[in-house]
Each structure stands twice: as structure tokens, then as C-alpha cells.
């Protein structure tokens, strides 16, 4: 039993059942005499609804996720060489491949027990496009040990999103980057992010089309079967008109009959 497996394990499980298996596994290790991994799986965190998301979407739709992360690859490589026909067609398609595996990962939440909401699918989306801006938040994605939503800065994941590989007992400090490419680095990274708030209003202004599209539809809709109801209205009071024509004549008619009936017996009785 490694760590990397334990970590796969839990967190491809439902949340309800992530501590009561940390707390298995970490006396299993504790039990083998492995007192450091039993500490390191003691301190895995249980993931928020939106890590959870993330990672089983990773574990049962790994194909789709892999395809969107590789499109990511190639968005950013379009931005580093300015190519703007190509980063048009890349944005387009990154827009379109997000909004299906959000909605992917919605469906596949609610397919293991736990529907999610529009706030939590907003927050899936979030992270998507922080993976398709971001090369460590994408490996973070695709590793499927997410703690939470990430959310792209223009300067690397922010804070702790997700479970590193294994754990290191003294992390090495963080280099400083190179004084002479500073300047380009925040250029990209300030492109980077104005292309992601394109993205997003972009995508937002789509859905806002579709659902116009889909009350003007059924707008009409609705008008013709206002028209159809406002027709056969019509028609059945004519109907009533004629009818009720029909019941004063019959009326009159058997009133007419009475009378003759009555003068014919009285004649009779004469005789």
C-alpha cells in the first residue's frame, strides 16, 4: 500500500464515505508498521462538493477530460506565438468543450447521488477554464486529487486546490523568476486573463441567446395555440347562433302546431 493509492482511493469515493476509509487505511499502515504513511494519509483533507465533482468526473469521464486539457495545451501555445486565427478557432472550441463537461460532471454527480446546483456547476466551470489557463492547474485536474474549485490568477493556482503526489517533508523554496522576462511573463499572463474574462462573457452571452432563442419559441408556440383556441372560440359561437336560431323557429313552429291541433278539436267536438 502506497500513498498514491491511497490518495487515488479516497478520493474517487463518495464523500460520505472518505474519513471513515482515511481512518481504515491509516490504521492498515499503522498496522504494517508504516508510522510516516499512516501520518500522510491522516492528513489528506476530505475534498468540498466541488473537488469531489472534479474528480470523478476525471475518473469516469477521463477521455473528455483529456481532450479538454489537450486543447488547453494547444490555446496556450496559440497565445505564446500570437496566432489569432488559430486562438479565434481554440477559443471557440475551449468554450463549447467546457460548457459539455460541466454539464458532464453535473450529470455524473447526479448519476452517484449528489445533484448539484447552478453554483457548484458555475464553480466546475471556473476550474475547467483555470486548467485550460494554467499548466499546473490542468496536471492538478488531471491527477483527480482535487480539494476544491481552482481559480486562475495570472500567477499560478491560488492557495491549496488539490493532494500533491507525495507529500514532501521539507519543500524546497520557490525559485524567483528571472529578472529579464518579467516583463513579458505578466504581458502573457495579463492576455491570458483578459482572454479568459472574453471567454467567459462570450459563453455567458451565448446561453443568454439560447435561452432568448428558447422563449421566442415558445412565445410562438403559445400564439398559435391562441389563434387555433381564438378560431374554434369563433366558430363554436356561430355554431351557438345558429343553434339557438334553430331553437326560436322550432319554437314558433310548435306553437303554430298547438293552436291547430287545438282548433281542429274544437271543431270536432261541434260535430
Given amino acids: 500500500m502506497t500513498f498514491d493509492e491511497v490518495a487515488d482511493e479516497?478520493?474517487?469515493?463518495?464523500?460520505?464515505?472518505?474519513?471513515?476509509?482515511?481512518?481504515?487505511?491509516?490504521k492498515q499502515a499503522r498496522s504494517d508498521g508504516d508510522k510516516a504513511l499512516a501520518k500522510q494519509i491522516g492528513a489528506l483533507r476530505k475534498p468540498t462538493i466541488v473537488g469531489w465533482v472534479l474528480n470523478v468526473t476525471v475518473r469516469d469521464a477521463d477521455d473528455d477530460v483529456a481532450d479538454l486539457l489537450d486543447l488547453g495545451e494547444a490555446l496556450r501555445e496559440a497565445q505564446q506565438h500570437l496566432s489569432g486565427a488559430t486562438l479565434r478557432t481554440l477559443t471557440k472550441q475551449r468554450q463549447r468543450a467546457v460548457r459539455a463537461l460541466a454539464n458532464r460532471a453535473a450529470e455524473i454527480a447526479?448519476?452517484?447521488?449528489?445533484?448539484?446546483?447552478?453554483?457548484?456547476?458555475r464553480e466546475v466551470t471556473q476550474s475547467l477554464n483555470a486548467a485550460l489557463s494554467d499548466a499546473d492547474i490542468a496536471d492538478e485536474v488531471r491527477r483527480g486529487r482535487m480539494l476544491g474549485a481552482a481559480e486562475y490568477s495570472g500567477f499560478?493556482?491560488?492557495?491549496?486546490?488539490?493532494?500533491?503526489?507525495?507529500?514532501?517533508?521539507d519543500p524546497e523554496p520557490a525559485k524567483e523568476p528571472e529578472p529579464d522576462d518579467t516583463a513579458e511573463r505578466e504581458k502573457d499572463e495579463?492576455?491570458?486573463r483578459a482572454q479568459a474574462e472574453l471567454d467567459d462573457a462570450e459563453a455567458a452571452l451565448q446561453d443568454a441567446t439560447d435561452a432568448l432563442d428558447k422563449a421566442d419559441h415558445r412565445v410562438d408556440e403559445l400564439q398559435e395555440s391562441v389563434d387555433a383556441l381564438t378560431e374554434q372560440l369563433e366558430k363554436a359561437r356561430q355554431e351557438l347562433k345558429a343553434a339557438q336560431d334553430a331553437h326560436s323557429e322550432a319554437a314558433s313552429e310548435k306553437d303554430a302546431t298547438t293552436a291547430r291541433v287545438r282548433n281542429a278539436t274544437k271543431r270536432l267536438d261541434r260535430l
Fill in 190 to 192: 495579463q492576455r491570458a
Fill in 156 to 169: 499560478g493556482p491560488m492557495g491549496l486546490v488539490s493532494v500533491d503526489p507525495e507529500p514532501a517533508e
Fill in 10 to 26: 479516497l478520493y474517487g469515493l463518495d464523500p460520505s464515505d472518505f474519513v471513515a476509509a482515511r481512518t481504515d487505511r491509516q
Fill in 110 to 121: 447526479e448519476d452517484r447521488g449528489h445533484p448539484i446546483g447552478e453554483d457548484v456547476v
